[in-house]
């Protein structure tokens, strides 16, 4: 009970601290001197009348909305005597294999800058700057010359790194249950198993109304939909961040999806989040970095080529440009296990105080980070919106998908919490492949790295990402990927190479994404 007491001690007064510096504490010090000059404030009731104030204001909800968003990206409390790497990832094997893996993302980096005889970061001239600013709109028809660019690394080659991750406290005759795991991720983390994820995912239930289903037993789905329309509009009236978390597990119109994101992401752009865009876009035009290369070629390669995509192909250089500018983003990598890069000066290697973080924001992108933005394109159309829609998507949710961690929604218990479900619950079709060297995880990953995105037709995918939003969970992706198997399974026990078994798999544009999930959950497996 103590230690409970001092957890959240601990968690209050670190939010507390975190919101002291944010735009809001500034906002609401402003309401509390304004609203000394009413009448109904009354100095021997200052502290009440003034809760009452910001309540009747709404200035309460939208702190409210604050804590509840600090909340929901808040590691869980750990011991006061944890060294801060505790924070970022409590396992040591965990810790070595990222910063490997983080070493070799560098030397690639840093083979490509020395290979092509090209700077870090650079001042553009001033006629390029010019150049920049007036196509800005426009960045899609460029064609810069980028042949001689690649990737730093692709999906493959990060499942190359997990499959091969061991906890070396498990020698070869240990946990033989574990052993058991006939898998690709060999290392024993617990997650979840279908009673857990029924109860975990309980309003995806059969008898529950859903959108995106298109056949109900329950209600019919247009009398559903009428009366879901009509609640999420009373909950963005209300302004209530935790109410939109927990309408949007049912599924969001798509009318008012937009608003229900930025509310659950707690996202209002105000005057300084704008300026503070420019500013970004400023940095842009006076400085060209090497990752702005490697943006520009991810675009081409994925996002270009994409039918639902292609045309937002402006807004997307526009995003990721200025994102690898962000030095907010930094903050994140106090809870994530991965570390921002560090450059130095000219001749001044290894000397701390002339390090600087490279990219600003400390994050390499990789082939197909692109596509995380894409889909967000479909719902904001103001560039200042989208991007800080997406910075917040990623401080929260994708950062997981491409770094090595234990967090049950981490990329690793992602992957070993599909291969149980389908060695578990598909053991035939799960040996099958195996044996036909075809693991189902080599062919799934690429899925779940990109949550989808460029393999389901958009509005399915955004149906899925409203469950990411609303379970504040990312393994829903692990669930869906083992759902497509399931419902490929006839087709795949006929396969005998892993060729045969991709080629089944190679479009999956005409699933519908809730239906598959509620079977594959409720219905099929016990």
């Known amino acids: 009970m103590l230690q409970e007491e001092s957890d959240l001690s601990l968690v209050i007064a670190q939010i507390v601290q975190k919101l002291k510096g944010s735009s809001l504490y500034a906002q609401l010090e402003r309401q509390a001197w304004a609203s000394l000059q009413r009448p109904e404030i009354k100095l021997e009731s200052l502290k009440e009348d003034i809760k009452e104030f910001f309540k009747i204001s709404g200035w309460e909800k939208k702190l409210q909305n604050a804590v509840y968003s600090e909340l929901s990206v808040f590691p869980l409390p750990s011991h006061p005597a944890a060294p801060p790497e505790h924070l970022k990832e409590p396992l040591v094997y965990m810790r070595k294999a990222q910063g490997s893996w983080e070493k070799r993302i560098l030397k690639s980096l840093n083979s490509m800058c020395t290979e092509l005889s090209i700077p870090l970061a650079r001042k553009r001239p001033v006629g390029e700057q010019k150049e920049l600013l007036n196509k800005w709109n426009e960045m899609g028809t460029d064609e810069p010359d980028l042949s001689l660019f690649r990737p730093v690394y692709a ?22 249950s574990f052993r058991t795991h006939l898998g690709l991720i060999q290392v024993p983390l617990k997650v979840k198993d279908i009673p857990e994820l029924k109860e975990f995912f309980v309003e995806l239930g059969l008898t529950t109304g859903q959108l995106g289903i298109d056949d109900s037993n329950q209600v019919p789905p247009e009398l559903f939909e009428n009366e879901h329309v009509r609640i999420g509009q009373k909950v963005l009236a209300e302004q209530d961040s935790a109410a939109a978390q927990q309408y949007i597990r049912q599924g969001s119109p798509t009318a008012l999806r937009a608003e229900l994101w930025a509310l659950i992401l707690n996202i209002s752009s105000q005057p300084e989040d704008i300026l503070y865009y420019e500013q970004l876009k400023t940095n842009v035009i006076q400085h060209d970095l090497l990752v702005d290369s490697l943006i520009y070629k991810d675009v081409k390669l994925t996002a270009s080529n994409d039918d639902y995509y292609f045309v937002f192909e402006d807004y997307l250089y526009q995003v990721l440009l200025c994102f690898s500018r962000d030095t907010s983003v930094l903050g994140h990598f106090a809870y994530n296990s991965a570390s921002p890069p560090k450059s130095y000066i000219r001749g001044k290697l290894g000397l701390e105080e002339y390090a600087v973080f490279y990219p600003p924001n400390g994050v390499i992108p990789f082939h197909g980070f692109s596509m995380y933005v894409a889909p967000l394109c479909f719902l904001y159309h103001e560039p200042s919106k989208l991007y800080q829609i997406f910075r917040e ?123 598959l999930l509620q079977i594959f959950l409720f219905a099929t497996v016990t």
């Open 393 to 515: 998507m990623y401080v929260r949710f994708f950062f997981r998908l491409h770094s090595i961690s234990s967090h049950p929604s981490g990329i690793v218990s992602l992957c070993l919490l599909f291969e149980t479900l389908l060695q578990t619950y598909l053991p035939q079709l799960f040996y099958h492949l195996r044996e036909i060297g075809a693991q189902p995880l080599r062919i799934s990953f690429k899925w779940m790295v990109r949550a989808f995105s460029g393999y389901l037709a958009t509005d399915q995918l955004l149906l899925l990402w409203d469950r990411i939003l609303g379970y504040n969970s990312l393994e829903i992706l692990a669930v869906l990927a083992a759902a497509v198997f399931a419902f490929r399974a006839v087709n795949l026990m006929e396969v005998t190479s892993l060729a045969a078994a991709e080629a089944v798999l190679a479009d999956l544009s005409t699933l519908k994404v809730m239906p």
């Open 155 to 176: 999906p493959k080659d990060f499942l190359e790194v997990l499959i091969n991750l061991r906890n070396p406290n498990y020698e070869n005759g240990d946990s033989l």
